[in-house]
């Protein structure tokens, strides 16, 4: 498996398909493997890279909290490492975060944003101070109680026993330091409206219909803050669409993707944010 060798870490990452390179970043507290039935079947026209961020999966980690700055820093080298000046950016959830941060730090390496099921705000009291018991526990208890209490909001009322397992052990699996510092840095994450409201590019709002974290009423009030915006909400799925109806997932990647290289070569020359 390909990695970017940093400074104090090592940053593994999957890289899959051909066609219009798109970043998709995983939520919390999971791992490039989230997205197990794109990498089985990458969206057709898509090249997709996807990081393991720093201490999930394979990649290594760094000391104190994890914030989402950081990780978008580690795009950034993986970027640079693989000779992409730009890429469609997407992520997940807390890989949402991430997302907003890289498109504040450099909006013209993001040539299109894609959210899906994640938030523009930031934390308010009472959430930063359950981010810190969150780490406080994965720390005390380990990776197994966290997503034993996450688990049951993670996925719609129909998803199978099968995913519901196989996502048990893929949280499971993660190193409960990586949660500890992930929960922190969460905990960090500013408001990004103004970053949502100043992209230039395109962006695509993905949520499933019954995710109760991060509602499409939350997808929605972003749509509304987005220049050029295109929400799809997917029905039959909760918070991780990704895994819960990957078909329909796949399409809505696939049509902004091609709606995106449409407009491209429309465009006039100096008329793209492409650097
Ligand atoms: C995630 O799926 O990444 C988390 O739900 C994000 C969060 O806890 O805010």
Known sequence: MPHVTLEH??????????????????????????????????PAGVRLLLPDHRGFGRSTGTRGPLTMEQIASD?????????????VLGGVSMGGYAALA??????????????????????DAAGRERRERVAQEAERDGAGLIAQAMGPRLLA?????????????LMSAQAPEAIAAASRGMAL???ASEVLASY?????????????????????????????????????????????QPELFGAVL??????????????????SHRP
């Open 9 to 42: 870490h090592t940053l593994y990452f999957e890289d899959v398909g051909s066609g219009e390179p798109m970043v998709l970043l995983h939520g919390f507290p999971l791992s490039s493997q989230s997205f197990w039935p794109q990498l089985e079947r990458p």
């Open 75 to 87: 795009v950034l080298a993986l970027l640079d490492a693989t000779g992409l000046p730009s890429a």
């Open 102 to 123: 890289l498109t504040r730090m450099a909006p013209q390496r993001v040539r299109g944003l894609v959210l899906i099921d994640t938030q523009h705000l930031a934390d």
């Open 157 to 169: 009322a129909q998803a199978s026993p099968e995913l519901r397992e196989r996502l048990h052990r």
């Open 189 to 191: 994450r500013r408001d």
């Open 200 to 244: 230039p590019g395109p962006t695509l709002m993905v949520v499933g219909a019954e995710d109760p974290i991060t509602p499409p009423a939350t997808a929605r009030a972003m749509a509304a803050l987005a220049r050029d915006a295109t929400l799809e909400v997917i029905e039959g799925a909760g918070h991780l669409p990704n895994l819960e």
């Open 254 to 271: 696939e049509a902004f993707c091609a709606r995106l290289q449409a407009t491209m070569m429309t465009q006039p020359v100096g008329g």
